[in-house]
Each structure stands twice: as C-alpha cells, then as structure tokens.
C-alpha cells in the first residue's frame, strides 16, 4: 500500500479517535490532574506488552543521544495536553476541536525553524484558510 495513502488512513483514524475522546473527557468531569494520570496509566498498560515483545526499548541505547529530545517532546506534549484538558472548563467541545486545525501552522513553522523544512506558498494559503474558518465558526 502506497505510503501516503497509509499516513492519511493513520492520521484519519487518529482525527477520529481524538474527536471521540474530547467528549468523553469532558463528560467525565474530572479535573486535569486526575485526568491525565488515569489517561496515562491506561496508555502504559496498554502499551507496555507490545513495548516489551517488540524489544523497542533496545532503541534506546542505540540512539542515546536523541533521548533527550523525547524527553523534551514529552514535556511539550504533557503541557499542551493539561492546557487542553483545563479548556474544557471554559468553552465547548466544538470550538476545542476547532482549534485542532490550526496545528498544521505551528507544525509547519515548528519544522521549519528544526528541521530546516520549507515554507511554501501553499502552506500560507492553508494557513489563511485554516484562520478565516476558524474566525467564521466563532463568530
């Protein structure tokens, strides 16, 4: 099966499952602490096995070097995700998940300023896109 086509069935079932899950967070009505450690807990269970039985920790010490930045993009991603799970408390499901397009922009620009990627004009075009719908949807 052709890569792409794979990458696009990958992040349309993550779109979905995420799209899920935001409602059942916010119907749960814990707070973010209590949250996230039951999220995680769960993740770790649920991982863990296949972690083992792949021997994907040998990883690890063959690439040392890049450890810290998982590190780094664990603690990016454990902020980002209490903000989300605390905005809950002051707008809808809808307008969190609005949100979730303009990811693309800060991706971009993340990888453009890391990794060297470039910009291109159909990126901005996108991204202007991606702000008028959102400024229509919350108006």
Known sequence: MDKILIGILMMTA???LY???NPIIKKAGFNPFT?????IAVLWLS???????TKSYLSISIN???LYLLVLAGLTNAAGY???VKSFEHLPVWQINMFWVLMPLFGGIAGYFLLNEQLTFKF???????VLGLFIAFK
């Open 64 to 66: 040392k070097n890049n």
């Open 124 to 130: 901005f075009i996108g991204l202007i896109l991606a």
């Open 14 to 16: 993550s779109m979905i």
């Open 35 to 39: 949250t996230i450690i039951i999220q």
């Open 19 to 21: 799209g899920v899950g």
């Open 82 to 84: 209490y903000l989300l």
């Open 47 to 53: 991982i863990l096995p296949f972690f083992i039985l």
